[in-house]
């Protein structure tokens, strides 16, 4: 689903899936392919917005948690990306493929590597992203901000009233705090989550982070 030029949302399709977006300039940037159970009906959604597999230059993910990642070794195979990650996940990568699926009785997420690992941002053409390391659901989770766009892709870190939960392995509720208290000071007008709907208008979105605050977090705020 096409949400502005170049902006794309496929909404997470069942049970321990996860939102995708697609940012596309000069280079196309996948993030979070989701489950692979649910990549043929993601390729097709894309193929009907003009989007071809092999048009993706990037894969990107928010997070190791195999709802967003789990379909990254199998889209790198139809699409020819490079599976970009931060250094935080580089370090997790084979932690979190192990512990996180045990949890749910998945067996081991299949397995993928790094291509190119990021800095602080990455240049795909007229847009700019800027990588931001925002742990506490995962202490691997990144969040990606486009300024010009104001547009916010936050995986699991906060959502329409609420934020991820950290009682999963490597989980922390202070660092998540912080994490939306860096969020927060983002000029937002385009929030994107890992689950649920965007989030749309700035003032909706500053009304979303103090609702979470107020209710979550009150009185660490």
């Given at each position: 689903?096409?949400?502005?030029?170049?902006?794309?949302?496929?909404?997470?399709?069942?049970?321990?899936?996860?939102?995708?977006?697609?940012?596309?300039?000069?280079?196309?940037?996948?993030?979070?392919?989701?489950?692979?159970?649910?990549?043929?009906?993601?390729?097709?959604?894309?193929?009907?917005?003009?989007?071809?597999?092999?048009?993706?230059?990037?894969?990107?993910?928010?997070?190791?948690?195999?709802?967003?990642?789990?379909?990254?070794?199998?889209?790198?195979?139809?699409?020819?990306?490079?599976?970009?990650?931060?250094?935080?996940?580089?370090?997790?990568?084979?932690?979190?493929?192990?512990?996180?699926?045990?949890?749910?009785?998945?067996?081991?997420?299949?397995?993928?590597?790094?291509?190119?690992?990021?800095?602080?941002?990455?240049?795909?053409?007229?847009?700019?992203?800027?990588?931001?390391?925002?742990?506490?659901?995962?202490?691997?989770?990144?969040?990606?901000?486009?300024?010009e766009r104001r547009i916010l892709i936050c995986g699991d870190l906060v959502f329409e009233k609420g934020v991820g939960r950290t009682d999963l392995p490597f989980g922390d509720a202070e660092e998540l705090k912080n994490s939306l208290e860096?969020?927060?000071?983002?000029?937002?007008?385009?929030?994107?989550?890992?689950?649920?709907?965007?989030?749309?208008?700035?003032?909706?979105?500053?009304?979303?982070?103090?609702?979470?605050?107020?209710?979550?977090?009150?009185?660490?705020?």
């Open positions: 689903m096409r949400l502005q030029d170049g902006i794309y949302w496929y909404s997470e399709k069942g049970y321990f899936d996860a939102n995708t977006y697609i940012i596309a300039d000069e280079r196309t940037v996948l993030i979070d392919p989701g489950l692979e159970r649910y990549l043929t009906l993601r390729l097709k959604e894309m193929r009907e917005d003009g989007i071809d597999p092999k048009e993706v230059d990037v894969i990107m993910v928010t997070h190791l948690h195999p709802d967003h990642c789990g379909a990254t070794a199998a889209l790198k195979e139809v699409s020819g990306a490079q599976v970009a990650l931060h250094p935080s996940q580089r370090a997790y990568l084979d932690r979190m493929a192990e512990d996180v699926p045990k949890l749910f009785g998945m067996g081991i997420a299949p397995r993928f590597v790094q291509d190119v690992l990021l800095g602080a941002r990455l240049s795909i053409g007229t847009m700019d992203l800027e990588v931001v390391h925002t742990p506490g659901h995962s202490p691997c989770s990144i969040s990606v901000y486009e300024a860096f969020v927060s000071e983002l000029d937002t007008e385009l929030l994107l989550p890992g689950h649920g709907a965007p989030i749309e208008g700035s003032g909706n979105v500053k009304r979303n982070y103090e609702f979470i605050k107020r209710v979550y977090f009150n009185p660490l705020f």
